[in-house]
């Protein structure tokens, strides 16, 4: 599997990635994810929305926390067309409890604790700690992606507007 050390910062140090580095304009890769219900979540199941893919290290820290709280409020306003998935490593028991508790009901949770399907197939893969880096991908109605925000800090929010921008500009 691909290396790439540098592009990343994670708890203060740099990180090394798996997977190939994706491109705008690549087909989005195909994964299997473990959704809330433990039932499978897979690429396919969002064919014809505009999917926004959100990865996060973990739901239960303060960034991740803030960041998919935002995106619920954001998901919200966008309309039946467009979906957020959130993915982490989180057990889909924990991402359950998280939503509940944080009352977020607009962005889809799906754990990737089973293989790392999507960590590796989308290059977000934090090598060391096996968690996710955080990404936001945009992949347009027909899977292919669009737009890519690698954040180089970890702890560190997204930028919002660029991402809904381009959630705007394949409504």
């Known amino acids: 599997m691909t290396e790439r050390a540098g592009d990343v910062i994670f708890g203060g140090r740099l990180a090394t990635l798996l997977g190939s580095e994706l491109k705008v304009g690549d ?3 195909d994964f299997t994810l473990v959704g809330n219900d433990m039932k499978p979540v897979k690429l396919a199941d969002f064919h014809g929305k505009v999917l926004v893919l959100s990865s996060v290290p973990s739901l239960d820290t303060p960034t991740c926390d803030m960041e998919t709280r935002r995106f619920n409020v954001e998901a919200a306003k966008l309309g039946p067309d467009v979906v957020i998935l959130t993915v982490s490593m989180d057990l889909p028991f924990a991402q359950k409890r998280w939503c509940g508790a944080a009352g977020v009901d ?12 999507f960590g590796a197939a ?8 096996r968690l996710l ?4 991908f945009v992949v347009n109605r027909q899977g292919v992606i669009r737009y890519i925000q690698l954040v180089k800090e970890t702890g560190t929010e997204p930028d919002y507007a660029p991402v809904l921008a381009a959630v705007r500009g394949l409504q």
């Open 27 to 29: 087909a989005a890769p």
């Open 122 to 129: 989308y290059g977000v893969l934090l090598k060391d700690v």
């Open 106 to 117: 607009k962005v889809i949770t799906a754990s990737d604790y089973r293989d790392a399907s």
């Open 133 to 136: 880096a955080r990404c936001v």
